[in-house]
């Protein structure tokens, strides 16, 4: 009997659950297009924790009498199951705010870099007063505590903390600031740990030589050890904050450094930069160039691995990799970079203009718009050091008698490039 009550009982509440279901379902599809609109806004503000009773006062008469429980039914289903389309009008108050919106965002971007380089610049300038100024009035007291071994050792510990703690803070100005001190002092620090040497400009030094150095232990001690725990401690930094996705940048420009300078690569870039200076027996380039290109020719394989996996989660990674690649070549393509071959200097200018053009058609045809911006931006900082470079062929641009026309003639060309730019983009993203 006990057991015919219950299956009743499930039965009745089963029973219920679908007519309310087949309620909010025959109720929803009577409303019009604008009483599914006020619905949807209605949820909205409730989801964001705003007081929806005077909205809904407001726009009560617009429906038939229903239930909270009834309206609250409608709104999330409606929330749930639409697709907002909208395009502020020009000059309106939205439209106004979504412009300051973007504005203010370049300016916390830009607030945190200024902070980044001014908290580093003062580091940099303050470090040997402050190591002597402990040396010299705390050493008799804290003579162990304040060794330069020891120091540094707390000095990474506190970098590991601002890094761990940086990623709890909500503010991002201040995150940015606090994760990059962090950064910095794990850098510093670890670096002086394996090279010995406690003070910036030694250890600065000591990278520099050890790079083309023949000692293969020297440079992994100085260089990849060092990128490598910035590198993890990046990858940390994405987990906890991924919404701050410009650390993927320096997440691959640290990995690239922690594999590249590998001893290894050194012996293999002859092999390799070829690939983009295919008559470098006539030339006589700088040997940091030629590494340059070698790592071009890396970045690139390792870019179209990620591509060909079409996976969301590498799209921030191929981004970051893109943007690098820009700059990569627009350094390799410069005329000063090949003075003595013309072959060279020509054939680079052909690679980076398919670069360019492979980048926008796989940024269009994947709607990333990071990917296009980076396409146009790349291209025209091309066509401006081309024009320059065009007459440096013939003149020096500055010395010339003719740089004003040259000005204007940049003023002109920049314009030309605008009108393009918008000419193209209403045809490629009309709707």
């Not at 929806?52 to 409608?74: G, I, Q």
């Not at 909500?170 to 670890?190: A, D, K, N, P, Y």
């Not at 090279?195 to 083309?212: A, D, L, P, R």
Request: aromatic share 18%; net charge positive.
């Amino acid at each position: 009997m006990k057991k015919i009550v219950l299956f009743a009982l499930l039965f009745c509440i089963s029973t219920y659950g679908k007519v309310v279901s087949d309620s909010v379902a025959i109720h929803l599809s009577a409303l019009n297009n604008k009483q599914k609109i006020v619905l949807y806004e209605f949820e909205v503000l409730k989801n964001n924790g705003f007081n929806t009773d005077k909205f809904w006062n407001a726009h009560k008469k617009e429906f038939p009498s229903l239930s909270n429980n009834l309206r609250d039914e409608l709104a999330k289903e409606a929330f749930l199951n639409s697709d907002i389309v909208y395009t502020p009008k020009k000059d309106s108050a939205v439209q106004l705010w979504m412009q300051t919106q973007l504005l203010t965002n370049w300016m916390f971007y830009l607030s945190a870099f200024i902070a980044i380089c001014a908290v580093v610049a003062l580091f940099k300038r303050y470090w040997s007063l402050l190591i002597q100024f402990l040396v010299r009035h705390v050493a008799p007291v804290l003579k162990i505590l304040f060794s330069p071994v020891l120091l540094t050792l707390e000095l990474l510990l506190i970098g590991s903390a601002c890094i761990i703690c940086g990623c709890m803070v909500e503010e991002f100005v201040l995150r940015t600031v606090i994760i990059h001190l962090g950064l910095f002092l794990l850098w510093s620090q670890s670096t002086a740990l394996f090279t010995k040497e406690y003070w910036i400009k030694k250890y600065v030094y000591e990278i520099e030589n050890n790079f083309w150095g023949r000692d293969s232990w020297e440079t992994i001690k100085t260089i990849c050890f060092p990128a490598f725990i910035i590198t993890i401690a990046l990858l940390y930094v994405l987990y906890k904050v991924p919404a701050d996705v410009f650390y993927n940048y320096e997440v691959v420009l640290s990995g690239i450094a922690s594999v590249y300078a590998l001893p290894f690569w050194r012996s293999l870039e002859k092999y390799i930069y070829p690939a983009l200076f295919p008559f470098y027996k006539e030339d006589y380039r700088d040997r940091s160039i030629n590494s340059l290109a070698a790592c071009t020719v890396v970045a690139v394989v390792v870019t179209i691995v990620f591509t060909l996996q079409e996976n969301l989660i590498f799209y921030n990674i191929i981004s970051a990799l893109i943007s690098l690649l820009i700059l990569s070549f627009l350094v390799l393509s410069l005329k000063m970079n090949h003075k003595h071959s013309s072959r060279n200097y020509y054939f680079i200018q052909f690679v980076t203009f398919l670069f360019l053009s492979a980048v926008f058609i796989y940024g269009f045809n994947l709607q990333l718009n990071e990917v296009i911006w980076f396409a146009i931006i790349g291209s025209t900082f091309y066509v401006i050091i081309k024009y320059m470079e065009i007459f440096s062929f013939f003149s020096d641009w500055k010395r010339g008698k003719g740089w004003a026309w040259k000005l204007l003639g940049l003023a002109l060309l920049l314009w030309l490039m605008g009108k393009g730019i918008l000419f193209v983009s209403k045809q490629i993203f009309a709707i």
